[in-house]
């Protein structure tokens, strides 16, 4: 039983902002396949009158005061992105025409 | 009742942004300071390199949860965060961490007070579906052009990625841009009186989205709804709406259809533009956050909470209508600002009248504030003073004129209105040995002017009036000063 087809890897790698070559696309198609399926283990699982979580560390309520702390880290920020402007970083144009 | 005979109706809901006030962001401790050079605020969580943990802002979750319990929302006992995943370079991590099936708080309402010039106010319930906590994007600066459609590349600024925001999103109960005007400023005096945020709309400390169809009265399905955007004051809030309302009208009057986009307001212009988007329909993949771990308030810490809201704009606005017998006019404007209403409790607990209160501190008073561009917190002229001066006109020991002389200098450098009365030597006199003796002088003085009156010619009365008014400058007690002069005259 396929879990995934051609179509669902074509969409997220278009959600992923991901240029795949269409060949790539058959190839991916039977990996993902694949790890569905490996994960689909899971569902054995009897889970019956279990809470559903979102998490596997049971921590709740983690916070910090209030506080600022001045870090002067704008230039070696600022020289990790592809590309600056003067103290701004630079992103190509986003609409295109 | 329905059909295509039913007048239209407009259905409005907001989607309202509000900047929680904090000292840092809302997941890590760089400054949330507005107007500083570009990207001075920015670390390695706000920019969100790999390895970096978000940890949440308590003062964040305590403004939010201030501001569900003044909308009358039911707090969750069991919250989480989840992240929303889209690509804008507003957002440097290309999520938004945010809350998504299970915000801090849902279901609530505000009553809101909806005056329009020329028309009966009213009181309006209006729903609130929910609000959440999220993080506030960067700001782009698109170059090449004006627009973001023309432009050649972007520039960002993520001095504000990462600020503490509550989303507040309404139940779709507006029908008016009035309403929704009013709507939204009671959002803001609420967030105000609770001290959680500054609602500056012109730096973006309060944004608005209005989500707006219009249908052939209540009986008939939904029209397709559309989303319209940046709007910077109550008053655009209001005219784009109408002007929203009217536009989907006449389309769908002359056959035409109405597409679901999002259109911006145009404030040169006054109308509402359709806004270019590449995105199709979104897919934002919401998932539990797995940086950040769950919230649960216990019922202690929510009682603190809610034992320390302020009385807040409504309540407030009644007490004053109810209690004090202020009109509905005078209370909406007393409880506008806080600090006004804090002004204005503090001269009615000081022993003044609410009525005279209220109109020297709406009139003169609030003219001076606002020429100077202070707050009534920064008043030289303390409320104990205002009540001083107002029991001496209350007493006659001074008129109304006298109070208006010396209130210039009272709002300069504040003092004691009595003092100032005795120093300049503005008192009232109402000492009838005094006044007696003044028109004995006067009687004495103008023989021939008594004498005429004596034979019948009452009018000069008038005369002697004001030569009393002249020789004691304007101050003798008028009431008794008539008296004695008509007991005096008829001899």
């Keep these: 039983m396929s879990q995934i087809n051609s179509e669902d890897v074509r969409k997220v790698a278009q959600l992923a902002r991901l240029d795949l070559p269409e060949e790539a696309v058959e190839k991916y198609t039977s990996q993902l ?63 295109s025409d | 009742m329905s059909g295509s005979e039913a007048p239209w109706e407009a259905v409005i809901g907001l989607e309202t942004h509000v900047q929680l006030g904090t000292e840092s962001k809302i997941f890590t401790s760089a400054s949330t300071a507005f107007g500083d050079a570009p990207n001075t605020h920015i670390d390695p969580v706000v920019c969100g390199l790999p390895g970096t943990l978000p940890v949440l802002n308590e003062k964040v979750l305590e403004y939010a949860v201030k501001a569900a319990m003044a909308l009358n929302l039911k707090i969750a006992e069991h919250s989480k965060f989840d992240r929303k995943q889209y690509f804008y370079p507003d957002l440097p991590k290309n999520y938004q961490i945010s809350q998504f099936d299970e915000p801090i708080a849902e279901e609530g309402w505000i009553e809101v007070e909806v005056a329009e010039k020329g028309k009966e106010t009213y009181l309006k319930k209006i729903g609130i579906e929910r609000l959440h906590m999220e993080e506030d994007a960067g700001k782009l600066v698109h170059a090449g052009s004006d627009r973001l459609a023309g432009s050649t590349h972007s520039l960002v600024d993520y001095n504000r990625a990462g600020v503490a925001l509550a989303e507040i999103v309404s139940k779709p109960d507006i029908r008016t841009g009035r309403e929704a005007a009013e709507y939204a400023s009671e959002i803001r005096r609420i967030m105000r009186y609770l ?84 995105e199709g329909s979104s897919d934002y993949r919401y998932f539990p956050d797995p940086d950040l771990g769950p919230i649960e308030l216990s019922k202690e810490l929510r009682e603190i909470w809610r034992a320390e809201l302020p009385e807040l704009p409504a309540a407030k606005r009644h007490r004053y209508a109810d209690e004090l017998g202020l009109s509905i006019y005078d209370a909406r404007v007393l409880t506008d600002e806080l600090s006004m209403a804090v002004y204005f409790e503090a001269v009615v607990a000081a022993g003044a009248e609410p009525k005279f209160a209220s109109n020297w501190i709406t009139g003169d008073i609030a003219a001076y504030v606002n020429s100077q561009r202070i707050s009534f917190s920064q008043l030289s002229f303390r409320p104990s003073q205002l009540a001083e001066m107002i029991q001496m006109i209350d007493a006659g020991q001074i008129s109304g004129k006298i109070a208006k002389e010396i209130l210039p200098q009272l709002l300069e450098h504040g003092g004691s209105p009595k003092l100032i009365v005795e120093e300049r030597g503005l008192g009232m006199i109402s000492d009838p040995g005094a006044i007696s003796l003044i028109v004995d002088n006067l009687i004495a003085e103008y023989s021939k002017e008594v004498e005429q009156f004596r034979n019948g010619k009452t009018k000069l009365q008038g005369f002697f009036v004001g030569q009393l008014m002249k020789k004691t400058g304007g101050k003798a007690d008028p009431k008794m000063a008539n008296q004695i002069l008509a007991k005096k005259l008829q001899g």
């Design chain 1, 33 to 95: 396949e694949k790890i569905l399926g490996y994960v689909a283990q899971l569902e054995k699982v009897d889970t019956e009158g279990i809470q559903p979580t979102t998490r596997a560390v049971e921590v709740v309520n983690v916070a910090r005061e209030d506080n600022t702390l001045k870090t002067d880290e704008r230039e070696s920020l600022l020289a990790l992105a592809p590309q600056r402007e003067g103290d701004f970083f630079r992103v190509p144009k986003i609409l």
């Design chain 2, 195 to 278: 001290g959680v945020s500054d609602g500056n709309m012109q730096e973006g400390s309060l944004r608005c989205d209005v989500n707006i169809s219009v249908r052939r009265g209540p009986l008939s399905p939904f029209g397709t709804k559309v989303e319209i955007k940046n709007m910077n004051s109550f008053s655009a809030i209001h005219k784009a709406c109408d002007y929203e309302i009217e536009r989907q009208i006449k389309a769908y009057e002359s056959g035409e259809i109405v597409v679901q986009e999002t259109r911006l307001w145009d404030e040169g212009k006054q109308i509402t533009k359709s806004m270019r988007s590449k």
